[in-house]
């Protein structure tokens, strides 16, 4: 009996908004000459990246049974997506009701003892993320991937080893934010362009930029463009966890606002007092979020309404530890989280791809139903950097390079032409 045919898939998906414009890539290669067997790439419109990531999986292992019908192959599948690995492997569970029917379908393409997975770093699968670009641009002409127009060629160099990480500054998240920063500066970033909510959710070309006007007074100014959403984004102030550099999220305790946390909220409040601007409340429903929104509403004489969609990230496994601590129980999945916005925390955390999901689909619902006011919205880190990414139409990356301190103030417009503004960033000066 021959011996069973050696293959390796590499696959990508991408995202252009996640959810936004998308598409996947998958090459067959042979392992033993570096042949590339066949290529697949498509754009599926608008999909989230973990869709595009299944899709590409799912293409690759397509091409492989259409190559070798009546052949005993044994299949290695390389990816960047470790969501997609350890789910595919049977490590994590499929939470996400619009993963587990992608997961069923690729599971059915070949035996299941035939293929195995691999988690890669993205810089070692350019060849599929090559092809992942090529379908999203041919998607914004209006087309197409086709198979003559690909320029991917297969690089089979290894990257360098990524640096081991050290202790972070500021709080926990943020300062492993600022060292994927840093690995993330090293690898070639796919060519992105910044699009408008709407504009992503049809899968329409980004708008071309346009001159930048000079800037307006007032967080609901702008009336030649409608008066828009407007979201003032309070982070909440800060617990004893805070100064200790711990991860906070949603998945372990809930922990309650320090002295110095209830000054800042009181200082929030007599802020917004003096401003005068804001109409409604929204919290985060964790408790150093509602206590803070509570110390503005009595202020103001205003309800607070929970948002469950803006509470912080589950960080699993590493709630309530400090970054070190991580680093010494959970080596190795700590350094998968920090290659990837797709992988989880221990435990069954959420992934930075999940939370985006999550935020978008609440700002978008908080748009629809404060369409012309002007909102206070008290969360936490991930959620306030997610809306403002999301804003700029910045790629993954930047929500790594952004600081928000306890209580501080960042300021997002939302236009009735789908076109957001970013206003404020990281503003402190109400408790100086």
Same mark, same amino acid.
């Given at each position: 009996?021959?011996?069973?045919?050696?293959?390796?898939?590499?696959?990508?998906?991408?995202?252009?908004?996640?959810?936004?414009?998308?598409?996947?890539?998958?090459? %067959?290669?042979?392992?033993?000459t570096?042949?590339? =067997?066949?290529?697949?790439?498509?754009?599926?419109?608008?999909?989230?990246?973990? %869709?595009?990531? &299944?899709?590409?999986?799912?293409? #690759? $292992?397509?091409a492989?049974?259409? =190559?070798?019908?009546?052949?005993?192959?044994?299949?290695?599948?390389?990816?960047?997506?470790?969501?997609?690995?350890?789910?595919?492997?049977?490590?994590?569970?499929i939470?996400?009701?619009d993963?587990?029917?992608?997961?069923?379908? +690729?599971?059915?393409?070949?035996?299941?003892?035939?293929?195995?997975?691999?988690?890669?770093?993205?810089?070692?699968?350019?060849? !599929?993320?090559?092809? +992942?670009?090529?379908?999203?641009?041919?998607?914004?002409?209006?087309?197409?991937?086709?198979?003559?127009?690909?320029?991917? #060629?297969?690089?089979?160099?290894?990257?360098?080893?990524?640096?081991?990480?050290?202790g972070?500054?500021?709080?926990?998240?943020?300062?492993?934010?600022?060292?994927?920063?840093?690995?993330?500066?090293?690898?070639? !970033?796919?060519?992105?362009?910044?699009?408008?909510?709407?504009?992503?959710?049809?899968?329409?070309a980004?708008?071309?930029?346009?001159?930048?006007?000079?800037?307006?007074?007032?967080?609901?100014s702008a009336?030649?463009?409608?008066?828009?959403?407007?979201f003032?984004?309070?982070?909440?102030?800060?617990?004893?966890?805070?100064?200790?550099?711990?991860?906070? #999220?949603?998945?372990?305790?809930?922990?309650?606002?320090?002295?110095?946390?209830?000054?800042?909220?009181?200082? +929030?409040?007599?802020?917004?007092?003096?401003?005068?601007? %804001?109409?409604?409340?929204?919290?985060?429903p964790?408790?150093?979020?509602?206590?803070?929104?509570a110390?503005?509403?009595?202020?103001?004489? $205003?309800? %607070?309404?929970?948002?469950?969609? =803006?509470?912080?990230?589950?960080?699993?496994?590493?709630?309530?530890?400090?970054?070190?601590?991580?680093?010494?129980?959970?080596?190795?999945?700590?350094? !998968?989280?920090?290659?990837?916005?797709?992988a989880?925390?221990?435990?069954?955390?959420?992934?930075?791809?999940?939370?985006?999901?999550?935020?978008?689909?609440?700002?978008?619902?908080?748009?629809?139903?404060?369409?012309?006011?002007?909102?206070?919205?008290?969360?936490?880190?991930?959620?306030?950097?997610?809306?403002?990414?999301?804003?700029?139409?910045?790629?993954?990356?930047s929500?790594?390079?952004?600081?928000?301190?306890? !209580?501080?103030?960042?300021?997002?417009?939302? &236009?009735?032409?789908?076109?957001?503004?970013?206003? =404020?960033?990281?503003?402190?000066?109400?408790?100086?």
């Open positions: 009996m021959p011996a069973p045919r050696q293959l390796v898939v590499e696959a990508d998906g991408g995202s252009r908004g996640n959810p936004g414009p998308a598409g996947y890539g998958a090459v %067959v290669i042979d392992p033993d570096a042949q590339v =067997l066949a290529e697949a790439a498509e754009f599926i419109g608008v999909a989230s990246n973990n %869709v595009a990531e &299944y899709r590409g999986l799912i293409a #690759g $292992l397509t492989v049974r259409d =190559l070798f019908p009546d052949t005993d192959v044994r299949v290695l599948v390389r990816m960047d997506s470790k969501l997609v690995v350890e789910q595919m492997s049977g490590r994590w569970k939470k996400h009701p993963m587990k029917p992608l997961a069923a379908r +690729a599971a059915e393409i070949l035996p299941a003892s035939s293929v195995t997975y691999e988690w890669i770093p993205r810089a070692e699968n350019k060849h !599929a993320d090559r092809l +992942a670009n090529e379908a999203m641009d041919a998607g914004r002409r209006g087309g197409q991937w086709e198979p003559s127009s690909s320029t991917a #060629g297969l690089d089979t160099r290894r990257a360098a080893p990524e640096p081991e990480p050290s972070p500054p500021g709080d926990a998240a943020a300062g492993a934010a600022k060292v994927r920063a840093a690995m993330a500066a090293a690898r070639p !970033a796919p060519t992105r362009a910044p699009e408008s909510p709407q504009a992503a959710r049809a899968g329409q980004p708008d071309v930029p346009q001159a930048a006007q000079a800037p307006q007074v007032g967080w609901g009336p030649d463009l409608g008066s828009p959403a407007t003032v984004l309070l982070r909440h102030g800060e617990t004893v966890l805070t100064p200790e550099k711990r991860f906070s #999220g949603s998945g372990g305790g809930d922990p309650e606002l320090s002295a110095i946390g209830r000054d800042q909220a009181a200082r +929030a409040a007599d802020a917004f007092a003096a401003r005068g601007t %804001v109409q409604e409340i929204v919290s985060s964790l408790r150093r979020c509602r206590e803070t929104a110390a503005v509403a009595d202020r103001l004489g $205003l309800e %607070v309404r929970i948002e469950e969609g =803006l509470r912080e990230t589950d960080f699993g496994a590493w709630e309530g530890l400090t970054f070190a601590e991580v680093r010494e129980r959970f080596g190795s999945d700590l350094s !998968a989280w920090l290659a990837s916005p797709e989880a925390p221990t435990g069954g955390g959420e992934s930075f791809t999940e939370v985006a999901e999550r935020v978008a689909a609440t700002r978008d619902r908080l748009i629809a139903a404060y369409a012309g006011r002007t909102v206070l919205l008290v969360t936490h880190v991930t959620p306030i950097k997610t809306l403002v990414r999301l804003a700029l139409g910045a790629p993954p990356e929500l790594f390079r952004m600081e928000l301190s306890p !209580a501080s103030l960042s300021v997002v417009a939302y &236009y009735a032409d789908g076109n957001p503004s970013l206003r =404020l960033l990281n503003d402190t000066s109400h408790l100086g």
